[in-house]
């Protein structure tokens, strides 16, 4: 009997968490469909949300995943070493995806030199505008700065819309935002246990809700998949625990996640990257001034690598795998990352000093390298599977 | 081959004596190489891996039941490994899959029990991995990127050119007294770098321009290799295996490249991989028999089962 109640509230739980994936398919053909409001793409995690809503503007980030088709339109306009998701995103403008080919407008807050330039390329299908991010995240002036310039987008978001985006409502979306970012926050925590009920691969479609769903219908849907997921018995056993840290796994890059998870049966249970958990470690304010309190929210985020000092963004990997209890570390950087093919030194020796494996992958779009990535996985799951003195079940067939 | 397991060992006590006969598979990119274990009975085979690898699998393993003289009703376990590990099948013996970077691990600890540093180049990979000199698994490992550039693809790439045998490649390279520069990173353009310095030589000493370029070739693969290693740490013993194993050329640039010896074996180090699967399977085959009997160990298979349950959709 318990097994069989448990087995309800499992397959509610993975039932909602399909509807929540469904909702944000929806919403991206909604985009593309919607007359008569602006829509607005954005392509980095500094890019306040909140004034976005508060504009009333239908807005998504630029986080797809290219195909190799894709990434060659891309490369069009780029050298071969600009990494597959700078491509993408050009690709997609040049091959008049009808989602990207929607927006009126693009931010870009200055992120990586290679986004500013692919910014840059996009202009000539689409109007961008580029503003600065500061990369001393503890300065005072640096803050002040980022203020100035969050009032500069706002101030454009009034412009593109015909109407002033009003103080009022930015706090009221503060609010909204930082209990989306605390829910995601606390679903995730949901993994600390041995036993994680829901999967890498899961959280980041709810991830992908943060990217793509206004607000509100944002809070609404997760609040009712944390509802079913909080209901969830956690079963006993404790699966292979793994932490992915780098660069960014955008929506659709899901190979990785593939192999470990379904073929391997480890589960990524946090993931330290820019399309991960991120931006949900930090609270903007709900007093005062919002465009400071905007200012230093964002900045106070875990950081990108290319903020200073590294260390921050160091620390705050580091002490995510002792707080999930990982049994390994994936450091995945896309290939010709800048920011992340560089500092992956920095952020290996943290995990090294933890006594953690670590598995090196420098990643790409392409789909010709499944063997050879596979074979790597599975090794290194093999390696800690062998550390763990016991050799899964799993991987035994006709046994 | 038939092999006595004490004269493939370097020294030390054979650790591997099985009660029944197992067999390791390696599938590579290039080249088949299966190993039967029976008792210290050590059997060998070798093919080129077909198109389908299922049937090149089947020809190994009916080699091995002929030259050991046993039924396929025998093999108490199979293990694969390498490139095709995963599209074999088997129905009525246990199989199980292992990779090839913990295959040769095994493979090589086996033969040369001192083992702490493994260079392996296969037909389309490379890899360097640490090993554990108390038990034969691997500690750190690192593995060429998807490119052919310092892998047995290259050579082979190269020896066409020239038009020189692959397997004389390497001494033909032993030849030369000025190795031609291939800076290249990339096989593609290393291919047009040969090219264009093969024409540039002429025609009455083309036998010395193809040794100088056999040279150059060998020493550019070295330095990808000693990059791979760079990474794992070199430690004493360091093992040479896989196919360019066999590449004297190689054998003896990788050494100056990496300034220190390898430790030569008794047995023919294209069979590390099998040789490491054939292990597995036979520890493989140890432990299931150990599921059956301790309760421990069936209590920890339950947990595990019933840790799969709610996600079986």
């Known amino acids: 009997m318990a097994n069989e109640a448990r087995d309800t509230t499992w397959q509610a739980a993975k039932l909602n968490l399909r509807e929540f994936a469904k909702l944000v398919d929806d919403e991206q053909q909604s985009l593309i469909d919607a007359k008569g409001t602006k829509k607005v793409g954005y392509i980095c995690n500094y890019t306040p949300v909140e004034l976005l809503n508060a504009a009333g503007v239908r807005h998504s980030r630029l986080v797809k995943t290219g195909s190799p088709k894709t990434v060659s339109a891309g490369e069009l306009y780029t050298q071969s070493v600009f990494c597959d998701f700078t491509k993408s995103c050009i690709g997609f403008f040049q091959e008049d995806d009808p989602f990207y080919k929607s927006f009126d407008k693009v931010y870009n807050f200055h992120s990586c030199s290679t986004m500013k330039r692919a910014s840059e390329v996009i202009e000539q299908f689409v109007p961008v505008k580029l503003l600065n991010l500061p990369k001393l995240r503890s300065s005072q002036d640096a803050r002040n700065f980022f203020r100035e310039e969050i009032i500069n987008f706002k101030d454009d978001l009034g412009e593109l819309t015909g109407t002033r985006v009003q103080d009022e409502e930015v706090r009221r979306q503060i609010t909204i935002y930082n209990r989306a970012r605390a829910l995601l926050k606390q679903i995730s925590e949901l993994r600390k246990g041995p036993y994680p009920v829901i999967s890498g691969a899961e959280f980041l479609d709810l991830v992908r809700g943060y990217y793509y769903l206004p607000g509100e219908k944002l809070v609404q849907a997760l609040e009712q998949v944390q509802r079913h997921l909080e209901g969830i018995p956690v079963p006993p056993g404790r699966p292979l625990r793994l932490m992915i840290s780098g660069s960014i796994m955008a929506d659709g890059d899901r190979r990785l996640l593939n192999i470990l998870e379904n073929e391997l049966g480890a589960r990524v249970v946090i993931e330290d990257h820019c399309a991960g958990v991120r931006p949900f470690y930090h609270r903007v304010a709900e007093a005062g001034d919002p465009y400071r309190a905007l200012a230093n929210g964002y900045l106070d985020q875990a950081p990108c690598a290319r903020m200073k000092p590294l260390e921050d963004g160091v620390t705050f990997s580091g002490k995510l795998a002792r707080e999930y209890s990982v049994d390994g570390v994936v450091y995945v950087y896309l290939k010709f990352c800048a920011c992340y093919g560089v500092s992956k030194k920095e952020f290996i020796s943290e995990f090294q000093k933890q006594d953690l494996p670590i598995l090196e992958i420098s990643s790409d779009y392409s789909e010709s390298d499944y063997g050879q990535l596979k074979t790597r996985i599975e090794a290194f799951v093999e390696v800690l599977n062998e550390r763990g003195g016991t050799i899964s079940h799993e991987q035994y067939v006709n046994a | ?313």
């Open chain 2, 1 to 313: 081959m038939k092999h006595q397991a004490k004269d493939i060992i370097n020294e030390g006590a054979w650790k591997f004596t099985t009660t029944v006969p197992v067999v390791g598979l390696d599938i590579g990119s290039r080249g088949s190489k299966a190993i039967l274990l029976h008792g210290d009975d050590v059997f060998t085979v070798l093919l080129p891996t077909g198109l389908y690898m299922q049937e090149t699998a089947d020809e190994l393993l009916n080699k091995l039941l002929q030259t050991s003289g046993l039924e396929r009703s025998d093999i108490a376990a199979v293990v694969g490994t390498g490139y095709g590990r995963i599209s074999l099948k088997y129905d009525d013996i246990p199989y199980r899959v292992v990779t090839e970077i913990s295959c040769h691990a095994m493979g090589a600890h086996a033969v040369i029990p001192k083992t702490r540093t493994i260079i392996d180049i296969g037909g389309q990979d490379s890899k360097a991995i640490k090993v554990d000199r108390a038990t034969g698994k691997v500690v750190e490992f690192v593995m060429n990127d998807k490119c052919a550039a310092g892998t047995g693809r290259f050579l082979e790439k190269a020896a066409a050119i020239l038009g020189i045998d692959l397997r004389d490649l390497g001494e033909i390279a032993l030849k030369s007294e000025k190795p031609a520069q291939v800076s290249s990173q990339c096989a593609v353009f290393a291919e047009s770098e040969v090219i264009s310095l093969r024409a540039r030589g002429a025609r009455e000493n083309l036998q010395e321009i193809s040794a100088d370029i056999a040279a150059g070739v060998h020493t550019s693969t070295a330095r990808r290799v000693h990059n791979l290693l760079g990474r794992v740490g070199i430690e004493p013993d360091i093992v040479f295996t896989g196919g360019v194993s066999n590449n004297v050329g190689m054998w003896k640039v990788l050494e100056e490249e990496i300034g220190a010896k390898f430790t030569p074996a008794k047995l023919d180090l294209i069979f590390a991989g099998a040789l490491g699967a054939a292990i597995h399977a036979w520890k493989f085959f140890a432990s299931t028999h150990e599921v059956k009997r301790t309760k421990k160990h069936v209590a920890k298979h339950e947990t595990r089962e019933e840790a799969r349950l709610p996600n079986g959709e």
